[in-house]
């Protein structure tokens, strides 16, 4: 034995922190908005509580109880709020010069969507989201799952070419 409780104390603290972090998102579009919508469905000590966006009719709102500032703001905002973790949620050609202002200003973690390889510090760390690359995998799976059925079977699968394919920019 080991006490139930104290586990389970243990694997909470573990799984949403001992104490809240506030979040930066850095693109206030639809990803941008989707994601607020999430995090604002849960009571996770993960909080986005600072949006950065360059559309004016986002900037100087509230957007599911999250303030959106100028991405000229970024600089002042995320320090004075102490936010180490940001979500990066625009397009490719941006997330670069978007990676450096953030660790700049002091996150020490970067969140992206952007399907580019980031250039950052080895102190910071970077976790890649590439919803193209997991619905490939998850199509390539499939297809390798109907053609096994098939043979067993004693038939063939028909073969679907990929639907998507991975841009290389």
Do not use: W
Not at 11 to 22: C, D, H, M
């Amino acid at each position: 034995g080991y006490e139930v409780e104290t586990c389970l104390r243990s694997i909470e603290r573990f799984l949403v922190g001992a104490s809240r972090q506030e979040i930066a998102l850095v693109g206030v579009g639809r990803l941008g908005r989707a994601l607020l919508s999430h995090f604002s469905e849960y009571q996770l000590m993960l909080h986005i509580t600072a949006g950065f966006d360059t559309d004016p009719e986002l900037v100087g709102t509230t957007v599911l109880d999250c303030p959106v500032y100028d991405i000229c703001e970024l600089e002042r905002v995320i320090p004075e709020r102490g936010i180490r973790v940001a979500i990066i949620a625009v397009p490719a050609e941006m997330a670069q010069e978007i990676a450096n202002r953030l660790v700049d200003a002091g996150v020490l973690s970067i969140v992206t969507f952007a399907a580019v390889a980031l250039q950052v510090p080895e102190d910071v760390f970077v976790d890649y989201m590439d919803i193209t690359s997991a619905l490939e995998s998850a199509a390539f799976f499939a297809q390798e799952f109907e053609q096994a059925k098939a043979e067993e079977d004693g038939g063939e699968a028909e073969v679907v070419e990929p639907f998507i394919q991975k841009i290389d920019s």
